[in-house]
């Protein structure tokens, strides 16, 4: 379980995050999802107690940040933005060295060791040196230090940033394979990524959280319209006007292009589409497709952050 409260922190004059509050269950998967520069990573090294806050407090598992700090540092897994690795080392030395480091026991260490190469799926380069390695393998092998201990908190810092799209789904693999048991706070920039692996998000815009809920209710909530999609053969003209007239309707734009695309805005309760094909029918169009667009998390997101924008301009 991962619980922050009030965290502030100030880089000099600058303040970075402000009154940074949530709270994470035990076995939980959560996305931390905000633009560049909105805060993640400070929040992320403030729970990993690689710097204190400025104001605020929180707990890992029960530990203290300030209090417990080397204990929190051994017992969690965290997959830094850039993983410090060590370039001259065999992918297997670097890992046995991080070990030590994490307090695992000489006799535990083979099989340690063992299981983490295997579940990050490092058995061929084992004995090759990490400068030669691919970008993708290198973040296998930050994984791979993240969960040595078998942590049962996983912190993963832009886990994808980086990588090309093979790459990118292995990785992902990989993290859908250590969710069992595991709370994990996964930061990202990247919207689908995240709605993907987590059940739930928090949104952080210029230091601040602005939402947090699962994609599902973040979506029910913060939709102000809904948008269905129709696409007509034949003359449109006279559909064109009447769904004007139909209840409910807030914006109708139209494209031209052989075919008629219909850009249908409604209001979020209602499902005008039963009524729409009737009409289509009745101006004896041919009706190709009619389809309700669902919002995406991406729309939301930049819902979200363009509101918070506005309202700063209007103060
Ligand atoms: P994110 O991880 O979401 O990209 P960061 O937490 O890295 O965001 O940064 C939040 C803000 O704090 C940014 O404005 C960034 O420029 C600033 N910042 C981050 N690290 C430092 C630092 N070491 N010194 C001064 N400012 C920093």
Redesign the pocket.
């Known amino acids: 379980m991962i619980e922050a409260e009030g965290l502030t922190k100030f ?2 004059p ?1 303040r ?2 402000r009154n940074v509050s949530f709270q994470i269950e035990k076995g939980e998967v959560v996305g931390f999802l ?12 403030i729970l990993t107690c690689y710097m204190p806050p400025s104001e605020g407090t929180a707990t890992v598992e029960g530990m203290h940040i300030l209090e417990d700090s080397l204990r929190i540092r051994q017992k969690i897994g965290y997959l830094p ?1 850039n993983v410090p690795l060590y370039n001259d080392l065999t992918v297997n030395r670097f890992l046995r060295f991080a070990a030590g480091a994490k307090g695992v026991e000489a006799k535990r260490m083979r099989s340690e060791l063992g299981r983490v190469i295997s579940s990050c799926g490092l058995e061929k380069v084992e004995n090759r040196i990490i400068g030669h390695l691919s970008k993708g393998f290198r973040q296998r092998v930050g994984l791979a230090q993240a969960l040595l201990n078998n942590p049962s908190v996983l912190i993963l ?2 886990p994808t940033i980086g990588l090309d799209p093979t790459q990118i789904v292995e990785i992902r693999r990989i993290i859908e394979e250590l969710r069992e048991d595991r709370t994990i706070l996964l ?1 990202s ?1 990247i919207l689908p990524e995240v709605a993907q692996i987590c059940k739930r998000v928090i949104i ?1 815009n210029k ?1 601040e959280i602005v939402a947090t809920d699962s994609p599902a209710n973040l979506t029910s909530q913060l939709q102000k319209t809904s948008t269905i999609l129709v696409e007509l053969s034949g003359p449109s003209a006279e559909f064109a006007q009447a769904i004007e007239n139909l209840d409910g309707i807030q914006k109708v734009t139209v494209e031209n292009n052989g075919t008629s695309r219909f850009q249908i805005e409604t209001a979020p309760s209602v499902d005008l589409r039963p009524e729409i094909a009737a009409l289509a029918v009745q101006k004896g169009c041919g009706l190709l497709e009619l389809r309700a667009v669902q919002l995406s998390l991406e729309d939301i997101f930049m819902q979200l952050v363009t509101e918070e924008s506005t309202q700063e301009g209007a103060e």
């Open positions: 880089y000099g600058r970075a995050i905000g633009p560049n520069g909105a805060g993640k990573s400070t929040t992320i090294r933005e810092d832009e930061s920039h952080i230091g």
